[in-house]
């Protein structure tokens, strides 16, 4: 297995790409080691020390490193946490466990229901695409008086260019489409 690895507008992580599905559908995001409960994957990726974020998408898994840990002395071992799970025969998440398929959290219920369906779908088809490419997602929160909750996670979770891709591509975007949506905010 030859497993390539490419970097994101995030230096704090990088995206491997196994050459084989990740998951089959929809995304999984885990901040910290212990939410790794139910993902085999996601766990042997944190016992390699200094690794402090790991969110995994179709096709690649993105690693997040501690300030204090330095690429070319983890990547080894993250590599070889990731050739491991794919000998091993087991499931990124344990039976039973779903990932994220919509990538949204809140429903579109009550009087904004239709502009919150074109600001999904907009998401959808043009937004989480892209991020995708960068080792990230983009989960909708909610649309409250003109305003557009997303939360980012991957690669996108703490990069330094988030702040300019939500205000100066995302929310662009939503508002040439949408006239009502006046502002994009991040939540954690």
Not at 19 to 38: H, I, K, N, R, Y
Not at 128 to 151: E, M, S, W
Request: aromatic share 6%.
């Amino acid at each position: 297995m030859f497993i390539q690895t490419e970097t994101t507008p995030n230096p704090a992580t990088l995206k491997f790409l196994p050459g084989d599905t990740v998951l089959a559908t929809g995304t999984a995001d885990f901040p910290q080691a212990e939410a790794a409960a139910d993902s085999p994957l996601a766990r042997r990726v944190f016992a390699v020390p200094g690794v402090t974020g790991v969110f995994l998408g179709s096709d690649f898994v993105t690693v997040t490193k501690a300030d204090a840990a330095h690429w070319d002395q983890i990547k080894p071992s993250i590599l070889g946490a990731i050739m491991d799970h794919y000998q091993s025969g087991e499931p990124a998440l344990a039976q039973g466990q779903a990932a994220a398929a919509g990538g949204h959290a809140a429903t579109g219920d009550g009087p904004d229901a239709e502009i919150v369906g074109q600001i999904k779908e907009l998401l959808d088809t043009r937004v989480r695409p892209a991020v995708a490419q960068d080792g990230g997602d983009i989960t909708f929160h909610g649309f409250d008086r003109g305003v557009v909750y997303l939360h980012m996670q991957g690669a996108c979770a703490g990069c330094p260019s988030s702040t300019l891709t939500l205000k100066m591509g995302i929310e662009n975007l939503l508002r040439h489409y949408i006239p009502e949506v006046v502002e994009v905010r991040p939540v954690a």
